[in-house]
């Protein structure tokens, strides 16, 4: 059974850093892409960061580069998502999720990703 076992996450005032971690069991990470999708109260689904991890090639969303880095150890099958000048408007439920394309997981309004892990709430105070 494919899981994505996702924690971290939590409150913190602005320009303060969190981490998240994404726990991949029933497949590899090697050869796969995994990442961080969210979503705010009333607001569409929005790709945060995506790796993929046998390149270690990185995407991230515009309203995120600079701030937050993705990294990945394959030997533990975990991703994590370093959250570093948080702002009040990064409030919001993070998903991580994972698929073979990047592209595909930094699209969630499509929904096409494979496997998603449940969310974690970020909040984000001024």
């Known amino acids: 059974e494919v899981q994505l076992q996702a924690s971290g996450g939590g409150s913190v005032q602005a320009g303060g850093s969190l981490r998240l971690s994404c726990a991949a069991s029933g497949f590899s990470l090697d050869g796969n892409a995994i990442g961080w999708f969210r979503q705010a109260p009333g607001e569409k689904r929005e790709g945060v960061a995506c790796?993929?991890?046998?390149?270690?090639?990185?995407m991230y969303g515009d309203s995120v580069k600079g701030r937050f880095t993705i990294s990945s150890d394959i030997s533990k099958n975990t991703a994590y998502l370093q959250m570093n000048s948080l702002k009040p408007e990064d409030t919001a439920v993070y998903y991580c999720?994972?698929?073979?394309?990047?592209?595909?997981?930094?699209?969630?309004?499509?929904?096409?990703?494979?496997?998603r892990g449940q969310g974690t709430q970020v909040t984000v105070s001024s």
């Open positions: 999720a994972a698929d073979p394309l990047c592209v595909v997981v930094l699209t969630p309004e499509l929904d096409e990703f494979d496997y």
């Open positions: 790796i993929a991890s046998g390149l270690g090639s990185t």
